[in-house]
């Protein structure tokens, strides 16, 4: 396991890391999540260390996660709203005195803490896909510590290692899995496509057989498609696309059902339609949801996953997500939450 290498290292994209510094990573969460269990404190690890969070967008999970995490490494986790200092802004975006250029907020944090931890999508970059991951890219540039990725319009990477871990953990492994990412219906059009962007592109480095089915309108960005087909080549899993949400749920062991927007479909400037155009572009697919019924056609050991929050009675019945027991196929979507501290535990122990 060769876990120096990532010693300082940002993480802000999965595509920056190789198969076996991923496999080391999950490696790391599972062991400091059994120890956990086992009541090994591991407050020596970052003892002392400080975590700048900052938050353009709410959260619930990341936020708590990584604070979670740095207390229990022995560190602090210091939360900043971009609207209490003066937001970071990339050079040409400033407005006076209400904003301060990103080379300058990454050098002067570097000063003072361990590492930078940025979340950012959607209206903070006026919905520009690609912007918010410039401007973490920006951060990483000028910093001296490292910056890790806590979702911004194009990657997810630790909700992507959490699920990894979720898959790892029911199936024992990624070879022979049958990982379905879909498309589901909800009312609200603005939904980020990190998440499944990042799910997919773990599952087929990692050797997955990876389904991913969506309406014809909800195409993911076509170069992480062509980084998939070329990790399933690699791993010697597969992937392929359907159009069709029972042809992708029928024999899949995780499915994992959650509503994204295309980026023809964001406002304009940045999309091809008005707000009532993609709308009922969108409210054409209100069957792509996920019901028991539906779950009873995948294996019968299938997990059901989603990052959350999920948009009960319109993605998925709320039957599937509260099944989390019992026999047959189960929700595992609050050990997916966990996992999330466990992995992160896991990068910061190995970046910072
Ligand atoms: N899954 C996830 O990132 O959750 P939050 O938006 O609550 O952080």
Redesign the pocket.
């Known amino acids: 396991m060769k876990t120096m290498s990532l010693r300082g290292r940002d993480f802000l994209a999965e595509t920056d890391f190789t198969r076996e510094e991923i496999e080391s990573v999950l490696a790391v969460a599972e062991r400091l999540k059994m120890e956990r269990a086992m009541g090994v404190y591991h407050d020596q690890i970052l003892r002392s260390k400080t975590l700048f969070m900052l938050f353009y967008?709410?959260?619930?999970?990341?936020?708590?996660?990584f604070e979670a995490g740095m207390t229990q490494l022995g560190g602090h986790a210091h939360f900043l709203d971009p609207s209490k200092i003066y937001t970071p802004a990339l050079e040409g975006k400033e407005v006076a005195y209400s904003t301060e250029r990103v080379s300058d907020v990454a050098r002067v944090l570097s000063r003072m803490g361990d590492a930078i931890a940025i979340?950012c999508y959607g209206d903070p970059v006026e919905w520009e896909y690609g912007g918010a991951h410039a401007l973490l890219r920006e951060f990483a540039k000028w910093s001296d510590i490292p910056v890790l990725n806590?979702?911004d319009d194009i990657y997810?990477p630790?909700?992507g290692l959490?699920d990894m871990l979720t898959v790892k953990e029911n199936f024992g492994g990624f070879k022979g899995v049958n990982f379905t990412m879909s498309w589901a219906y909800s009312p609200s059009i603005h939904k980020p496509r990190a998440?499944p962007q990042s799910a997919i592109l773990y599952a087929t480095m990692l050797g997955c057989n990876v389904t991913l089915a969506h309406p014809p309108e909800m195409a993911l960005d076509p170069k992480i498609i062509a980084q998939c087909e070329a990790y399933a080549g690699a791993a010697g899993g597969s992937f392929r696309i359907t159009h069709d949400f029972e042809d992708g749920v029928r024999g899949a062991h995780a499915v994992y059902p959650k509503a994204w927007c295309p980026v023809n479909i964001f406002q304009p400037p940045v999309g091809d339609y008005d707000v009532e155009t993609s709308q009922a572009i969108f409210d054409q697919y209100k069957s792509w949801k996920m019901t028991e019924a539906l779950m009873e056609t995948a294996d019968k050991q299938a997990i059901y996953m989603h990052?959350?929050?999920a948009d009960r009675a319109y993605e998925v019945s709320n039957y599937v997500m509260d099944k989390t027991e019992g026999p047959g196929w189960r929700s595992a979507i609050f050990d997916?939450?966990e996992n999330?501290l466990h992995v992160q535990k896991a990068v910061m122990s190995l970046v910072m």
Do not use: G, W, Y
């Not at 967008?57 to 996660?65: A, K, V």
């Open positions: 967008n709410q959260s619930l999970r990341t936020r708590n996660s979340r806590m979702e997810h630790f909700q959490a998440v990052c959350l929050p997916e939450a999330r």
